[in-house]
């Protein structure tokens, strides 16, 4: 386990096995969540509270990026939070125009350490 000092980790320690990326109706562990930014993954968690058609909308932006990981995460600074390695951002709703750059700039981006890694093959659905 780690302690990180915000929720969701955009970095640091974590868990030798990363998390598939994909679209998640429960919560992950941060640990593998971690591992798998690493990889160059994008986490988005949401809020458990989020309306359906943001959630929605959500699940098809994982199922359009082979190296996005979409789950929800309660207590977390705000309705929506995208992490990179090192690199967050906080909106109020999927609708906000910086979530589609945040994208496009950090899957599989400049800041990722191991460019290239797999985002299957860890834990998960």
């Known amino acids: ?8 980790p955009s970095g640091g320690d974590h868990h030798p096995i990363w998390q598939n ?6 919560p992950v562990v941060p640990e593998h969540a971690v591992h798998s930014l690493e990889h160059g993954a994008v986490w988005v968690t949401y809020d458990p509270a989020l309306d359906r058609a ?8 994982s199922a359009a990026n082979p190296y996005l990981l979409v789950s929800p995460l ?3 600074e705000a309705p929506v939070v995208l992490s990179a390695w090192g690199v967050r951002l906080a909106v109020e709703s999927v ?4 979530l589609e ?6 899957l599989q981006g400049p800041q990722t350490p191991e460019p290239g890694a797999s985002c299957f093959g860890g834990v998960g659905a």
């Open 54 to 61: 943001q959630v929605d909308r959500l699940r098809e932006l």
């Open 101 to 106: 750059p945040f994208l496009v700039k950090y």
């Open 1 to 8: 386990p780690v302690d990180y000092a915000l929720l969701p």
């Open 21 to 26: 990326c994909g679209f998640y109706e429960d």
């Open 95 to 98: 609708d906000d125009e910086r």
């Open 74 to 76: 309660e207590g977390a």
